[in-house]
């Protein structure tokens, strides 16, 4: 990093042996007087994060939601928070951060369709969200499939086989 740039590559250099100006390097790493010395842009942003985030004790990953890897269920969770933050702003969208923990809160209560439960209690009720959704998933096999009839071919039998175009 910065080897590469054309202010500090000279500094860097002569500072692996000595301090310069105040200017020494530990590893890798570059530093003055006693602080870490990031060049600015966007590795300096990144480890910024980086170290931030080590010290709260998570990993950060970076992803977009327009991003192919991110599954549906990421894309119907940002879908129906935008739907959620639209309908309590109403026209003010620049106090949007003040609204997003009642949001957050609001989201973590509502019972979902399938499960019978909230979210906030599906982290802690594993066993009964697994019941509500074969429950579920019963209850939708009976319904979508009410009209069609049980038929039994033998080998041999001779079938109508009509292919749409």
């Given at each position: 990093m910065y080897e590469k740039d054309l202010d500090?590559?000279?500094?860097?250099?002569?500072?692996?042996?000595?301090?310069?100006?105040?200017?020494?390097?530990?590893?890798?790493?570059?530093?003055?007087?006693?602080?870490?010395?990031?060049?600015?842009?966007?590795?300096?942003?990144?480890?910024?994060?980086?170290?931030?985030?080590?010290?709260?004790?998570?990993?950060?990953?970076?992803?977009?939601?327009?991003?192919?890897?991110?599954?549906?269920?990421?894309?119907?969770?940002?879908?129906?928070?935008?739907?959620?933050i639209r309908a309590v702003l109403k026209g003010n969208p620049k106090s949007w951060d003040e609204y997003l923990l009642h949001i957050e809160f609001g989201y973590n209560k509502v019972v979902h369709k399938t499960t019978k439960i909230s979210p906030f209690e599906a982290v802690y009720l594993h066993e009964r969200i697994k019941m509500q959704i074969q429950q579920q998933t019963k209850r939708y096999a009976k319904y979508n499939n009410k009209d069609k009839k049980d038929m039994i071919f033998k080998e041999g039998d001779w079938v109508w086989l009509h292919l749409q175009k």
């Open positions: 500090f590559a000279s500094i860097y250099s002569s500072c692996k042996q000595k301090v310069v100006n105040g200017f020494y390097v530990v590893e890798v790493y570059f530093y003055k007087e006693g602080k870490l010395f990031i060049l600015q842009g966007s590795m300096r942003k990144l480890l910024f994060w980086k170290v931030l985030w080590s010290r709260l004790g998570t990993k950060l990953l970076f992803s977009t939601t327009c991003h192919p890897q991110i599954d549906g269920q990421t894309k119907i969770v940002n879908r129906s928070l935008s739907i959620m």
